[in-house]
């Protein structure tokens, strides 16, 4: 089928990366904005976790990484994934290593966590992919870090100092949909729970899991929402669009979920005087802006999968590239690299405007700069 070719002028991605640059390189200068960074999520976040697990939700092979200088390493993209840029932005020198292989003291640096198809249900992703590191898992992955840390620096008043001062990036809720509440060949969520209601039980489970994350020391954090799943290749070749750009029940459902986390927000700041958390609405970040008054026949930037994706409309939640295929020649001008998963100029919009936000709606209360700077909570 022919996927959706909004009119985003290619221009108009090459200007907010311009924006984002020269925003950001009067802020950092090179210097390290904080003393480490800790990255709990999915798939869109995972840089390596998940190479040695028996899982279809991997992404250690050609085409991915094409754009890295040492090709694949596990992230869900043809380059940096949103970690990445973000670490880069606050001024680390290297990408923080994947809990699988870090060790010694380059944990104090930070531990990225992440894992494709993870999600905050326990079964999300298991039935159709095979063996996923849920949020759970990733926080008994942490609670670890945070022993070697006390080790390393000799007490864990010590470790408790140093880990208040990091930033936390915490990004789920996206598998929790696509692979579990949109497969009800696999889960049954989809006949408990009307979407308004698998938002709400979604957000509960959730908020239990990030107190579990404030009491391992977690002071300063980062919630990503959820992008609009209903407008990548995957869900629109499997589901259809009835005449929309998107699949709108799909982003609508998603909404609900973003609402509620950004209330979530303001309910965990008011719980926890101590620590602070953020909202940071992926949902609009490159889609608002991007799609604002473009009428004209420049080069577009195409919603499809840049490399190929084996039976795209196959409803099974397998939705990453084909080993060893090529992908398209011109990559900056994808949104998506694969079947859902956004290409690297995404990532560097999505992460800029995480760290400074460019409009009022990117983040809420503050963005990554303005948490960073608050004084030792």
Request: charged share 15%.
């Amino acid at each position: 089928m022919e996927y959706w070719r909004p009119k985003i002028c290619y221009l108009v991605l090459l200007l907010l990366v311009v924006v984002l640059i020269l925003s950001l390189s009067n802020w950092v200068n090179g210097v390290q904005q904080v003393p480490c960074c800790f990255i709990f999520g999915d798939s869109l976040y995972d840089n390596g976790n998940n190479n040695n697990l028996p899982t279809r939700a991997r992404a250690n092979y050609l085409p991915y990484g094409i754009d890295l200088p040492g090709g694949p390493t596990g992230r869900f993209s043809n380059g940096r994934n949103l970690p990445d840029v973000i670490t880069q932005l606050l001024g680390f020198d290297n990408f923080i290593p994947p809990f699988a292989t870090a060790s010694g003291q380059e944990i104090l640096n930070g531990v990225n966590y992440a894992s494709g198809g993870a999600g905050i249900r326990e079964e999300t992703g298991r039935n159709n992919l095979g063996v996923v590191i849920s949020l759970n898992g990733q926080l008994q992955n942490h609670k670890t870090t945070v022993s070697r840390i006390a080790s390393i620096l000799g007490d864990q008043e010590s470790a408790t100092q140093h880990l208040s001062k990091c930033l936390y990036t915490v990004g789920f809720g996206s598998n929790d949909y696509i692979n579990n509440y949109l497969l009800p060949q696999f889960y049954p969520t989809s006949r408990q729970y009307p979407p308004d209601q698998y938002a709400t039980v979604l957000i509960q489970q959730y908020s239990q899991k990030l107190k579990t994350l404030h009491n391992y020391g977690a002071k300063k954090i980062a919630l990503f929402g959820i992008g609009p799943l209903g407008c990548a290749p995957g869900p629109v070749a499997m589901y259809g669009t009835n005449g929309s750009a998107c699949v709108d029940c799909i982003n609508k459902a998603i909404q609900l979920f973003n609402t509620n986390l950004k209330t979530l927000v303001d309910d965990l700041n008011n719980q926890f005087r101590d620590a602070k958390f953020i909202y940071i609405n992926t949902y609009d970040l490159l889609f608002a802006d991007a799609s604002v008054g473009i009428q004209d026949d420049l080069v577009t930037t195409i919603i499809g999968p840049c490399c190929p994706v084996a039976n795209l409309p196959m409803n099974n939640g397998i939705l990453t590239c084909i080993p060893f295929s090529t992908s398209c020649s011109n990559r900056y001008a994808n949104i998506f690299w694969d079947g859902v998963h956004p290409s690297e100029t995404v990532n560097v919009i999505t992460g800029g405007r995480a760290c400074i936000a460019l409009n009022p709606t990117d983040t809420y209360p503050i963005d990554i700069r303005r948490l960073i700077q608050l004084p030792f909570l």
